[in-house]
């Protein structure tokens, strides 16, 4: 099975005081397992309702979409919240992480949440390993405020990767961060899909769709598709 994300003729339409919005008008997705996709479009086009679909944080209107083969448009609640937390790794814009608890506690976070059956020991091992593949491994008993706006980002990564998902969605990954975290922040997402992990990305900055196939939408659509391939990006130096 190749295909991870396929989306037919989704619709979401909100009602807004008695006012229909629709913020997807049929729209259609696939994603195949591997790819790096770059989703790019004006404010107000639709991005973060297809995220959330994908995301398994809301349902559609009407049509159908299958994550991992499985339909996810007609799931309850519950089941939603399973193959969230099975499938699928979050980083956003913001970072999100919990400033009280240290690198370590927060990648260890959605490990105790969902893996309920590791010991402590193996939390500790996983988490180790997610931190020292984002070069964090010196950094692991520090609390976030100590840490750069790429740092942040980098434990971020390491707690989406944690639990070993199918799939990242990221939301505008480095909206935040100058240029050299940019670029770094990159190179990471990139090696991470290289290693297998398919990544699936919001962003308006030209710079980061580098190697990735960019899907353009427009009023709640798929305007454009296309393969951008540019120069083989630098593999990520794996750090002990
Ligand atoms: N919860 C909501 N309630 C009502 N309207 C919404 C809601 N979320 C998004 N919309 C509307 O749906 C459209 C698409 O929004 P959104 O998916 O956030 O676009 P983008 O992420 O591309 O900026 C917009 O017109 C927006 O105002
Ligand atoms: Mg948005």
Redesign the pocket.
């Known amino acids: 099975m190749k295909t991870l994300v396929n989306g037919i003729e989704l619709w979401k339409t909100?009602d807004?005081g008695g006012v229909q919005?629709n913020?997807l008008r049929g729209l259609n997705i696939t994603v195949d397992k591997g790819e790096f996709v770059s989703i790019m479009?004006?404010?107000?086009?639709?991005?973060?309702?297809?995220m959330n679909m994908i995301g398994c944080l809301d349902s559609p209107t009407e049509g159908d979409l299958f994550i991992d083969g499985k339909k996810t448009s007609d799931m309850s609640e519950s089941e939603l919240t399973k193959i969230r937390s099975e499938k699928i790794g979050f980083i956003f814009q913001t970072f999100n992480l919990l400033p009280a608890l240290t690198v370590r506690d927060n990648v260890e976070f959605p490990l105790r949440n969902i893996n309920k059956k590791l010991s402590k020991s193996s939390r500790r091992k996983v988490v180790e390993e997610c931190l020292k593949m984002v070069g964090l491994g010196h950094r692991m008993d520090h609390l976030p405020g100590k840490l750069s706006g790429g740092e942040r980002q980098r434990v971020a990564i390491a707690r989406a990767l944690v639990n070993r998902p199918k799939f990242i969605l990221a939301d505008e990954p480095t909206g935040n961060l100058d240029s050299e975290a940019t670029e770094n922040i990159m190179e990471l997402l990139h090696h991470v899909n290289r290693e297998g992990t398919t990544v699936i990305m919001v962003t308006h900055d030209k710079e980061t769709t580098k190697n990735t196939r960019i899907l353009r939408?427009r009023d709640?659509v798929i305007e454009s598709n296309r393969m951008r391939t540019d120069s083989i990006p630098i593999p990520y130096p794996v750090t002990g």
């Open positions: 909100y807004l919005v913020a479009g004006p404010s107000g086009s639709g991005k973060s309702t297809l939408i709640g």
